[in-house]
């Protein structure tokens, strides 16, 4: 077993893809990096944070992106963002799946404006890729978890694989603390913080296929099949969860009215249980 | 510039467009709109809510164009809405106008307010085109908070954004990086009259931004990454 959390980008790919199949676009030696922060005297990476190339995954082709969360919190900056623009345009004109292995607090500050854009041309390149069929498949299972833009584009995916240490969100517990409040959300009450973003709630909300923190489990969940959007079944479904859910005050409560027995005991359980505490109780 | 001041200088024919609170929907000639006022906090009611417009008009009114008139001030900063997935529902509402592109629908922006982050995002940064008016406020973070998260010197920022477009708030570096195609000044109906009949094609962003010298990078790398380096 080896861990997804505590490995890096290019560790996740590794052990991802068949053995020795991954090139890189634009690697290291390219020495790409960015040059606004080294206008503000930060320190930069030759990959801007971010791996991009293809490879096979039991023989399949794969174009793959990953996400250095050790390099600035795998925040989007202009060449990061154009980095996976790039793959994602490749991607349709090849005709090729994606696996996006994402870890990022969201948009780069020091390019505030640069990573922001880029977010956005993300997701018009994922939302082509979905309008032709060509599945996209996130994997989120790093210390930062995915925020900001990315969570957004996160979800416009086919299909979501977190393993419960991971979290999913679009602001930060802490931003959400200093806006509005301890009362709002506790960010240090690290409990509630995984009840909220954690790849348990996300799985019980129906975003997310929960596996062990191991990188052959998220291996052994892709599926390489388009998912097709009905966005009137969508709408219905979401509506249907804000009405239901929207003004409950705890996850715990939400899973409690789904029919999930003993919710204060969910965070406990290990991936196998929690599979067969939720079974036909998601939302 | 006040909702209430631009509907009639963008519609002097009259409109049918109806408030609720901080929301607003309706039509004018042959145009819908949809929009957010007074700084709308984007939450997952208020995003499902513009999400379901957007497919009205898809059912309803096939083929019509869609102007966003977003007033916003991010994401709504709530723990409920976090609890079930609020970027989930900003993500529906991306993916309805994709949708609503799909089926010929035109889509363009406008910012007659504030755009801010993720509001911004799901909203007029989705259209084919994003318009500005002149006095609207776009950004990501202004700079003293700005230079608390990054603990680089307020002074520091502020001498390098009198250069670089590519993180201080403004509409003109929002136009210098592509972002925003144009500025709509005078008389506005004609300003929306002349995008509806300009065809913006795919994703021009970062060719627009590397001809405006705002977003040098962009285009060139994704170009590196798509193999077809010109």
Redesign the interface.
């Known amino acids: 077993m080896t861990s997804w959390l505590e490995s890096t980008a290019r560790e996740r790919v590794a052990g991802l893809l068949d053995a020795g199949s991954f090139t890189e ?2 690697p290291p030696e390219a020495r ?1 990096t960015s ?2 922060l080294a ?2 005297n930060q320190p930069a990476a030759f990959d801007d944070g971010v791996a ?1 190339g293809r490879g096979m995954l039991n023989d399949e082709p794969v174009l793959i992106a990953a996400q250095e969360g050790a390099f600035m919190g795998g925040a989007v900056g ?2 990061h ?3 996976i ?3 994602l ?2 991607a349709l ?1 090849e005709r090729i799946p994606v696996l996006l292995l994402l870890e990022s607090g969201g ?1 780069r ?13 993300i ?3 994922i ?1 082509a890729l ?2 032709a069929g060509v599945p996209v498949i996130v994997l989120n299972g790093g210390r930062v978890g995915v925020f ?2 990315m ?6 995916c086919d299909l979501l694989i977190m393993s419960e240490d991971a979290r ?4 930060g517990p802490e ?2 603390e200093t ?2 409040g301890v009362e ?2 506790d960010a240090a009450d690290r409990a509630l913080v995984w ?3 954690g790849g348990k ?2 799985a019980i ?1 129906g ?1 997310a296929v929960l596996v062990a923190d191991d990188i052959a489990a998220f291996r052994a969940a892709i599926r390489l099949d388009p998912v097709p ?1 009905d ?2 079944a ?2 219905a479904l ?2 249907a ?2 009405d239901r ?7 715990l409560d ?1 899973w409690a009215d789904l029919g999930i027995e003993n919710p204060a005991r969910v965070p406990l359980l290990d991936t196998d249980a929690f599979h067969a505490a939720i079974r036909g109780k998601t ?1 | 510039m006040k909702i209430h001041d631009l509907l009639p200088q963008l519609f002097p024919h009259g409109h049918d467009i109806a408030f609720d609170g901080e929301y607003f929907a309706g039509s004018a000639g042959d145009v819908s709109v949809i929009g957010t006022c007074d700084r709308a906090a984007i939450g ?2 208020l995003s ?1 809510r513009m ?2 417009e957007v ?1 009205r008009i898809c059912r309803d009114h096939p083929g019509r164009p869609i102007l966003l008139l977003v007033d916003t001030l991010g ?1 709504k ?16 509402l ?3 106008l ?2 609503a592109r ?1 089926r010929g629908h035109k889509t363009i922006g406008l910012v007659y307010g504030e755009a801010v ?2 509001g ?3 909203s007029s ?2 259209a084919d085109a994003c318009y500005a008016l002149p006095e609207a406020e776009v ?3 202004n700079l003293p908070a ?1 230079s608390r ?2 603990k ?1 010197p307020l002074e ?1 920022l502020e001498e ?1 954004s009198r250069t ?5 708030p403004g509409v003109a ?2 136009i210098a ?3 925003v195609r144009g500025i709509w000044e005078g008389d506005l109906a004609a300003c929306l009259k002349a995008a509806l009949a300009e065809d913006p094609g795919p ?1 021009t ?2 060719a627009l ?1 590397e001809q405006r010298g705002g ?1 040098t ?11 077809d380096a010109a």
């Open positions: 676009f634009v790409l040059p606004h206008q503000l991009v202009e060449v963002g154009a980095k623009t790039g793959l345009e490749r004109a948009v500050l020091h390019e505030a404006n640069a990573g922001l854009i880029a977010v956005s041309e997701m018009r390149a939302l979905r309008g900001g833009g969570g957004i584009a996160t979800c416009l999913l969100g679009l602001s931003v959400i806006t509005m709002e959300f009840r909220v973003t709630n996300r909300m975003e959007l966005v009137e969508e709408h979401l509506g969860r804000l859910f929207g003004g409950m005050e705890d996850a939400i939302a | 997952a009611a499902h999400a379901g497919l994401q900063m709530s723990r409920r809405d976090e609890t079930i997935c609020l970027n989930a529902y900003i993500a529906h991306a993916k309805c994709d949708h799909g982050s993720a911004f995002l799901s940064m989705l950004k990501v973070m700005m998260v990054t680089i520091r390098l670089s477009a590519v993180f201080a570096n929002y990086m592509g972002a994703d962003r970062r931004g977003r990078l962009a285009r060139r790398v994704s170009a590196d990454v798509r193999g």
